[in-house]
Each structure stands twice: as C-alpha cells, then as structure tokens.
C-alpha cells in the first residue's frame, strides 16, 4: 500500500565517541562502518569524522560519529564535538580499571554540560582480551538486534542473553561486569562489553542507540557536511584543519547498515 510504500526518510543523529586514550573507540567506529579491525592503529588526533546508516523497523537513522581523541592534550576540544550530540558512546577498556574512572569522569561532564536529553552508552572495550565472555546490555534483551535490517555486514552476533557475571575469572579483566553495570544502572546509561576485535556488540550497540533516541526531538534533514553535524562549534574547529581527519565519504560507500 501507499503508506507503507512511502520513502523513509534518514534521520541524522550526531554521536560523539569519548573515552581514555587507546581503549579503542577508533576501533569500534571502523568495526561498526567497515565490518574492519587493525591491531595497529594510530592515535586519532582532533576527532575524525564518519557516517553509518542504521536500519530500524520504520526508520533509517544516520549516525554522524564525531570519533574524539582521547589523550589528554585533546580534552578542550571534546565540547565542540558533544554539543549538540543526541548520543554519546563512552568507552573505557575492561582491562584497564583507571579507563574506567576515566569513563566516568566524561559521563558526568556529559550530563553537565550536553544536550539533557542525551543517550549515553557506556561500553566496556576489548571483551575478547577475557575469557569469561560477552556481557548484555542492560536495557535490551536479546531482540534488540532483531529489528535491524541489512544487519549481514557485521559478524555474527555473540550471546545477547544475560550470563552471570564470573567476572574475576580472568586475570586480564581489571573491571567487573557487575561493578560497570551498576553504576550504568545508577546513571541511567546504556551499557554493554563488547569487542572491536572481534564484532562483539559492535551492532547491537549502535543499535540499541539508535532505537533509544527520542525521534520526535530529530527532525529529517538534508544531507548536509561535517561541518553542520559539528554543531555550533564544528565550523570554527574544522578551521583548524589538521585536527579533524575527514573519513566519511570513504566510510560511507562501505554502506552496509548495522
Ligand atoms: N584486543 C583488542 N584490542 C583492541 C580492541 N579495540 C582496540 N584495540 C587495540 O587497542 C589499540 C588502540 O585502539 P584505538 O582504536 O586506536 O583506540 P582509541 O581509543 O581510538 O585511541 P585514541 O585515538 O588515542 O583516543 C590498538 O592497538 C587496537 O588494535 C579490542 O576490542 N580488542
Ligand atoms: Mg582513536
């Protein structure tokens, strides 16, 4: 029928990636854009810029991913990048607990100083590094990544199902499932462990942010360039030019949806 035929339009959502510095959050952009994963990787220097269209039941939404630099020099420019955001993705590495400290520290700036009606995922990096295996998320069961369409470009997904949390058994593992999930929990945050590595989550994750946004407050927009989709602020820091790494046309023909 018509209705049902009618073309669905992209809504842009602006997502900024945050975290300590190599705990992976290029990583998991170029696992969630390419379906790719390079154990040797460079430090993202600025923030780098790319697009990766999401396929819900009844609605296309495009993730405009500002992926930020997380060593410290870095720190000043991030407001430019999460203004604005709808949704920020904050990571911290499972084997290194002071990333997790760190996490925090960017989620309460977050809630001071972003958009107040921004979906924060916290997300535990680097889940193949254990051997206790894959954590859930902690608002969606299973069927989260069932109304995903085109979702063939990622791996197979790992076990959504909630396990117990034997979270000591590995001695890489610096941070608990159970510790992470609880404060997830008290700050009303997404969470989940995955892997860029390996795909763990990877999907499921943008997913789950995807599904989460608020539409209503996201109008359908024209496709429009970096520069919009670095909110107030982007202009003026794209002026700087050798701190943003601009990756979205490349990124973007790669087209698979999660
Ligand atoms: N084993 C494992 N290694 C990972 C994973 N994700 C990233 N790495 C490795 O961790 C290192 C840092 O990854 P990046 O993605 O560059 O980290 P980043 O957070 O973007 O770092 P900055 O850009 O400096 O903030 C690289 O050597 C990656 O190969 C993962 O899921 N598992
Ligand atoms: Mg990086």
């Known amino acids: 029928m018509a209705s049902e035929e009618a073309p669905v339009k992209a809504v842009q959502v602006k997502l900024v990636l945050l975290g300590e510095a190599a705990v992976g959050k290029s990583s998991l952009v170029l696992r969630f854009c390419s379906n790719d994963f390079n154990e040797n990787t460079s430090p993202t220097i600025g923030a ?10 009844n609605r296309i939404v495009k993730f405009e991913i500002w992926d930020t630099a997380g060593q410290e020099r870095f720190h000043s420019l991030a407001p430019m990048y999460y203004r604005n955001a709808a949704a920020a ?3 911290y590495d499972i084997t290194k607990a002071a990333s997790l400290e760190k996490a925090k520290a960017w989620v309460k700036e977050l809630q001071r ?3 107040p009606n921004i979906v924060i995922a916290l997300v535990g990096n680097k889940l193949d590094l254990v051997s206790d295996g894959p954590a859930k998320s902690v608002d969606e069961p299973a069927e989260a ?8 470009s990622t791996p197979p997904p790992p076990s959504t199902t909630a396990q117990p ?9 610096q941070v608990s499932t159970a510790e992470a999930e609880t404060y997830a929990k008290e700050s009303s945050l997404l969470f989940f462990e995955a892997s860029a590595k390996t795909g763990a989550n990877v999907s499921e994750l943008f997913t789950e942010i995807a599904k989460t946004i608020p539409m209503e407050s996201l109008a359908p927009k ?7 989709a670095g909110g107030r602020g982007g202009r003026q820091e794209q002026g ?9 046309g490349q990124q973007a023909k790669k087209g698979g949806c999660c």
């Open 165 to 173: 949390s034997s979270s000591d058994s590995d001695d890489l593992r």
């Open 48 to 57: 780098a810029f790319l697009t990766q269209k999401c396929r819900l039941e």
């Open 113 to 115: 100083q972003a958009n």
């Open 145 to 152: 990544t069932t109304d995903a369409e085109g979702d063939d």
């Open 240 to 248: 700087r030019g050798e701190n943003v790494q601009l990756g979205e």
């Open 89 to 91: 993705v904050v990571v």
């Open 222 to 228: 024209p496709a429009q360039g970096a520069a919009a």
